[in-house]
């Protein structure tokens, strides 16, 4: 089964932007609704962005003109840009596929906090 792995979370005050990437090996990769999902202490993961196969995108309305999600089907890679960030955007985020077939992977953190 595929293990996506997720990376390019950190730390960062109110305001700042992440760039996080998840790459995912094995085939059909261009063909899979992907998403991007996190889940906050004490919280259920969330779906928060998502992307089709032919590019089409959506997002939870709290990260609505803040996140852009996108795709490189060249690379088996999914991305979400995080811009305006808010403590409540922390969590770890994960990527799957829509109907999550993949397994989950480690995640990676972000941290927005003064």
């Known amino acids: 089964q595929v293990q996506p792995v997720e990376s390019g979370g950190g730390s960062v005050q109110p305001g700042g932007s992440l760039r996080l990437s998840c790459a995912a090996a094995?085939?059909?990769?261009?063909?899979?609704?992907m998403g991007w999902y996190r889940q906050a202490p004490g919280n259920q993961r969330e779906l928060v962005a998502s992307?089709?196969?032919?590019?089409?995108?959506n997002y939870v309305d709290s990260v609505k003109g803040r996140f852009t999600i996108s795709r490189d089907n060249a690379k088996n890679t999914v991305y979400l840009q995080m811009n305006s960030l808010k403590p409540e955007d922390t969590a770890v985020y994960h990527c799957?596929?829509?109907?999550?077939?993949?397994?989950w992977g480690q995640g990676t953190q972000v941290t927005v906090s003064s």
């Open positions: 094995g085939r059909y990769f261009s063909l899979k609704a």
């Open positions: 992307i089709g196969s032919g590019g089409s995108t």
């Open positions: 799957n596929t829509l109907i999550k077939d993949y397994s």
